[in-house]
C-alpha cells in the first residue's frame, strides 16, 4: 500500500513541475497577450509553442501533445478579445472531448496513431474582419471544419444575420445560387445539387465567409465523397443585392461601383414590386361586378332616360317589370330588351305573393310572363316577389315553372328618399363586388342619380352585369333566392 502512495507522491511532483514549466513558457511568450493567456487557462488550453501567423495581430500557438496512445496538434489564435479567444476555445476543447470519446469507442486494430490535427487558414477581409478557417481530422475518418467571422475591434462574432436579411426567400436564393455556383465548379466532389441542398437548409450551421467578391460557403462533404477538403462554393455579391443586409458596408469594404449597383438593385425591384401590386389592383379591379336592377316599370318617362344613360357608360341592368304597366308600354318594354338589357318577372298586379293562394299566385306569375313574352319575345326566368315577399307556395311556383327568385343585397331606398343624392350615398356606403342594387325606373330621381352613380362605379373598377351574367359568375345556378353578395 505505502509504495502505491509513493508512487503517487511521485507522480504529483512531476505534474507540478509540469505545470511549473509550462507557467514559464507562456510568461515568456505573453507579452502584451496576458489577458488571452488568462482565459486559456480558464479553459484548458495550453499552447506551448508559438509559431509565425499570417497577421500579427493574431498571434498563433501550437497546442501539441503526443502519447503512446495519440498525438494532437492544434493550431490556436489568439486575437485581443477575450470573447472570441473563450468561444473559439470552447470549440477547440469540445473537438478535443469528442476525439478522445471516440479513441476510447474505436476497436479498430489500426497501426496508425491517431491524431488530432487542426490547421486554421486565416483571412483578413477588412481592417477588423477576419475569418478564422479551422479544417482538419480527427479520429477515424472524423473529418472537422468550421469557420469563425470576428470582428476584433468590436469583441464580437459576425452572424449570418448581420450579413443577409435571412428569411425563406433568401434561404431559397441561396440554395438557388450555390446549385449555380456548383455548375461553374470544375473539380469538386459535390457530387449533386441534392447534395448542395441539404448541406445549406439551415443557415444556423452554415460555415461560410463574405468580402467583396461575394459569399463563400464551406461544405463538408467528408462521408458524401472521397475527399476530406472542405469544398467552397462561391456566389457572387451582385447576385446577392437584394438579399443583403442594409448594414453590408460597415462589415465588407465594397467599391463605390458595388454600392450604386446594389442601390439601383433595390430600386428596381422596388419598382417592380409597384408595378406587380398595381397590376394586380388591375386583376382586382376587373373582376369587380354589379348587378343593377329596375323594378315596377316600364315607365313612360323614367325608363327611356334610364336606357339613354345606360347606353351612354355602355352598362347593362336588370328590369323587373310589372305585366301591368307592360300592357300599357309594351314598345318601352321592347327597346329595353332590345338594348341588350335584361328583363325579369315582378308579377301582374305587384301584389303580396305570401297572401295569395298557390293559384292566384301562379295566375301573378304566368300573366305577367306571357305579356312580357308579347311585348319583347322573350320569356323572363327570373322572378322577383314584390316587396320582396314569398312563402314556400312562391317557391314552389318560381320552381315548377324555371324561374330563379331574385332578390337583392342593396337597397337603394329610391322609392323613400326620392333624392338622386341620398340614392348614391345609400349605394356607395354598401358596394361590394357581386352586389344586386334595387332601383326603380319610375322615380325621376332615381334617372337622375343613375349618370353619378355609374360615373363612380367605373371610377372604382366595377363591371356593370345583368342578374344572370352575376349568377353565373358566381358559379350559381337554380331557383332558390338569390340576394347577390351579402357580405
Ligand atoms: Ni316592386
Known amino acids: 500500500m505505502s509504495r502505491h502512495i509513493t508512487k503517487l507522491g511521485w507522480l504529483i511532483i512531476i505534474t507540478i513541475g509540469v505545470l511549473f514549466l509550462t507557467g514559464m513558457n507562456q510568461f515568456i511568450h505573453s507579452?502584451?497577450?496576458?489577458?488571452?493567456?488568462?482565459?486559456?487557462?480558464?479553459?484548458?488550453?495550453?499552447?506551448?509553442?508559438?509559431?509565425?501567423?499570417?497577421?500579427?495581430?493574431?498571434?498563433?500557438?501550437?497546442?501539441?501533445?503526443?502519447?503512446?496512445?495519440?498525438?494532437?496538434?492544434?493550431q490556436v489564435p489568439t486575437t485581443k478579445s477575450e470573447t472570441i479567444n473563450n468561444e473559439v476555445y470552447q470549440w477547440i476543447n469540445k473537438q478535443k472531448q469528442d476525439f478522445k470519446k471516440k479513441l476510447k469507442e474505436d476497436t479498430s486494430t489500426d497501426t496508425d496513431l491517431p491524431s488530432l490535427q487542426l490547421t486554421l487558414d486565416e483571412q483578413k477581409v477588412t481592417d477588423n474582419y477576419y475569418t478564422l478557417q479551422f479544417t482538419g481530422e480527427g479520429a477515424t475518418e472524423h473529418h472537422i471544419s468550421k469557420v469563425f467571422n470576428i470582428d476584433i475591434d468590436n469583441d464580437r462574432f459576425i452572424t449570418i444575420n448581420d450579413v443577409l436579411n435571412m428569411n425563406d426567400d433568401t434561404l431559397q436564393t441561396i440554395q438557388q445560387k450555390a446549385k449555380e455556383a456548383l455548375k461553374r465548379e470544375e473539380n469538386t466532389s459535390i457530387t449533386d445539387e441534392q447534395l448542395v441542398e441539404t448541406l445549406t437548409i439551415n443557415p444556423e450551421q452554415w460555415n461560410w465567409s463574405i468580402d467583396e467578391n461575394g459569399l463563400t460557403l464551406y461544405m463538408d462533404v467528408a462521408?458524401?465523397?472521397?475527399?476530406?477538403?472542405?469544398?467552397?462554393?462561391?456566389?457572387?455579391?451582385?447576385?446577392?443585392?437584394?438579399?443583403?443586409?442594409?448594414?453590408?458596408?460597415?462589415?465588407i469594404d465594397m467599391s463605390k461601383e458595388q454600392k450604386q449597383e446594389m442601390e439601383q438593385a433595390i430600386q428596381e425591384e422596388q419598382e417592380r414590386i409597384q408595378q406587380a401590386e398595381k397590376e394586380d389592383q388591375t386583376a382586382d379591379d376587373h373582376g369587380k361586378y354589379v348587378a343593377l336592377t329596375f323594378d315596377d316599370?316600364?315607365?313612360?318617362?323614367?325608363?327611356?332616360?334610364?336606357?339613354?344613360?345606360l347606353s351612354q357608360h355602355g352598362a347593362v341592368a336588370t328590369f323587373f317589370m310589372l305585366g301591368s304597366q307592360v300592357e300599357y308600354y309594351p314598345d318601352i318594354a321592347k327597346?329595353?330588351?332590345?338594348?341588350?338589357?335584361?328583363?325579369?318577372?315582378?308579377?301582374?298586379?305587384?301584389k303580396d305573393l305570401t297572401t295569395l293562394d298557390p293559384d292566384a299566385i301562379h295566375r301573378e306569375i304566368i300573366d305577367s310572363g306571357a305579356k312580357i313574352q308579347h311585348a319583347t319575345g322573350i320569356r323572363p326566368h327570373l322572378f322577383r316577389p314584390p316587396y320582396g315577399a314569398y312563402d314556400d307556395d312562391t317557391m314552389n311556383d318560381a320552381i315548377n315553372n324555371e324561374n330563379s327568385l331574385i332578390l337583392w343585397s342593396i337597397d337603394s331606398l329610391d322609392w323613400q328618399s326620392r333624392n338622386a343624392a341620398r340614392v348614391n350615398r345609400e349605394i356607395q356606403s354598401k358596394i361590394r363586388s357581386g352586389a344586386i342594387v334595387l332601383m326603380h325606373d319610375i322615380h325621376p330621381s332615381t334617372a337622375d342619380?343613375?349618370?353619378?352613380?355609374?360615373?363612380?362605379?367605373?371610377?372604382?373598377?366595377?363591371?356593370?352585369?345583368?342578374?344572370?351574367?352575376?349568377?353565373?359568375?358566381?358559379?350559381?345556378?337554380?331557383?332558390?333566392?338569390?340576394y347577390g353578395f351579402v357580405g
Open 297 to 309: 316599370g316600364p315607365s313612360k318617362e323614367v325608363t327611356p332616360r334610364i336606357l339613354d344613360i
Open 31 to 74: 507579452g502584451p497577450k496576458q489577458a488571452a493567456n488568462q482565459s486559456e487557462r480558464k479553459t484548458n488550453i495550453q499552447p506551448i509553442e508559438q509559431i509565425p501567423s499570417k497577421y500579427p495581430e493574431i498571434p498563433l500557438m501550437l497546442d501539441t501533445k503526443k502519447t503512446d496512445t495519440y498525438h494532437l496538434a492544434i
Open 335 to 350: 327597346q329595353v330588351a332590345d338594348a341588350g338589357h335584361e328583363i325579369g318577372n315582378h308579377t301582374q298586379n305587384h
Open 223 to 251: 462521408g458524401e465523397s472521397e475527399s476530406n477538403n472542405l469544398e467552397k462554393l462561391n456566389i457572387p455579391l451582385d447576385e446577392l443585392y437584394l438579399n443583403l443586409n442594409d448594414k453590408i458596408d460597415t462589415i
Open 449 to 482: 342619380a343613375l349618370p353619378e352613380l355609374l360615373s363612380t362605379l367605373e371610377e372604382q373598377g366595377y363591371q356593370f352585369v345583368t342578374v344572370s351574367e352575376l349568377l353565373e359568375l358566381q358559379g350559381e345556378n337554380g331557383v332558390g333566392p338569390h
